[in-house]
Structure formats: C-alpha cells, structure tokens
C-alpha cells in the first residue's frame, strides 16, 4: 500500500521558515514527480512545488517563488519544503503529492493526509 506521510507544519510567525518532508512508502519514487499542493480556508487547493526527478529544475508557483525551496532525497523516498520568509497567507494545509508525470497541472496518482502550517501576523 502508497503512503505519503507529511511532517514539519506548525505556527509560526511572519518572516519565520518552517521545513515539511513528506516520505513515500510502499513503492519507489526515483522517477515520479513529487511536490507540494496547499489549500487555504475557503479557498481551492493549489499547486506549490514540484521536483519531477532528483536531477531535474524545480518548478514554482508565482506565490512561493523565491521564498520556497522543494528539494528530494531519493535514497530516503522523500520531499523537502523549506519556506522561509512566510506571510500570514501562506496559512494552509499542505498537501504532499506524486505522479508519475507532473503534478503541476493537479492530475496527481498518490496524495498525503496533509500537515497544517499557520503564519500569525
């Protein structure tokens, strides 16, 4: 059975860095795309981060870009978002996620049970 278990999320205040890891179980991921989607109160829930193999360029949403890092170790089966300089709407539930292909456009195989990350102003 495909697990993706997040960790890291918390309360922080604005301008403060929080780092989620996301790890897979149940197959290996080496050549899937992973990343991160996030889903605020009321709102949809959207893309963030993906890295769509441990070699290839990341790619970010215009909301996160420069303030967020999505990095892998595929040894471990793992994805890593580092946020730093948070803002208060960056408050959400974030969403590990993985496919075989991309997981940009929303079209994703496997999704992890979330981790809620809260900025305070």
């Known amino acids: 059975q495909v697990r993706l278990v997040e960790s890291g999320g918390g309360l922080v205040q604005a301008g403060g860095s929080l780092r989620l890891s996301c790890t897979a179980s149940g197959r290996t991921f080496g050549n899937y795309a992973m990343g991160w989607f996030r889903q605020a109160p009321g709102k949809e829930r959207e893309f963030v981060a993906e890295r769509r193999w441990s070699g290839g360029s990341p790619y970010y949403s215009d909301s996160v870009k420069g303030r967020f890092t999505c990095s892998r170790d595929n040894a471990k089966n793992t994805v890593y978002l580092q946020m730093n300089s948070l803002k208060p709407e960056d408050t959400a539930v974030y969403y590990c996620?993985?496919?075989?292909?991309?997981?940009?456009?929303?079209?994703?195989?496997?999704w992890g049970q979330g981790t809620q990350v809260t900025v305070s102003s």
């Open positions: 996620a993985a496919d075989p292909i991309s997981i940009a456009g929303g079209k994703v195989q496997y």
